[in-house]
């Protein structure tokens, strides 16, 4: 049994609302799922996909949690 966790897509959703160049380059949905497909079709994760059917190993791949797009984002934060 193998992990591996590709945390771009997380990061990418949050700099979204942190970075001004992101928020640029991934100004609506359609950007947005564009960038995320340009690094997909050149990230070690597709290689390791398709080792992995070359070599008939069973995947499970998941998330932690979903993302939700807004025109007028506002950041909370609380005392910890």
């Not at 791949?61 to 609380?78: E, L």
Request: proline fraction near 2%; charge should be positive; include cysteine.
């Amino acid at each position: 049994f193998n992990v591996v966790v590709f945390n771009f897509v997380d990061m990418l959703s949050h700099a979204k609302t942190d970075t001004k160049v992101i928020r640029e380059l991934a100004s609506d949905d359609k950007a947005y799922r564009a960038l995320t497909d340009t690094w997909f079709l050149n990230s070690p994760m597709l290689e390791l996909i398709k080792k992995a059917q070359k070599d008939n190993i069973k995947l499970v791949i998941t998330t932690d949690h979903g993302t939700i797009n807004c025109s007028k984002p506002t950041q909370v934060i609380g005392t910890k």
